[in-house]
């Protein structure tokens, strides 16, 4: 990853939500505005570094975001596998 984009700026924290529009084809396209969602930094000053896209001392990397949502998501698609292997056994059952 270059240097421009694992800057400590705000649209690259882990606790910015980007915000996004929907267009006439009913897709979403990203906007360059967002919020912090941290809930230990007060609302005032997380515009504040939004608005300027300057970080504050609670930044963390994006990429930590991204690695949640894949365990996250890995643990869901394990349920879901258990899931089906029950539903499985027990339409197997009913034969």
């Not at 894949?70 to 059952?93: A, G």
Request: charged share 30%; aromatic share 8%; hydrophobic share 30%.
């Amino acid at each position: 990853m270059d240097e421009k984009n694992n800057a400590e700026k705000c649209s690259n924290c882990k606790y910015f939500q980007r915000y996004y529009v929907i267009g006439c084809d009913r897709t979403y396209s990203p906007t360059r505005q967002g919020r912090c969602i941290n809930i230990n930094i007060s609302k005032t000053l997380s515009k504040k570094h939004v608005k300027n896209d300057n970080a504050c001392d609670l930044w963390l990397p994006y990429e930590l975001k991204k690695l949640n949502i894949h365990y996250t998501m890995e643990i869901r698609l394990q349920k879901i596998c258990n899931d089906l292997s029950s539903i499985l056994e027990i339409l197997r059952d009913i034969k």
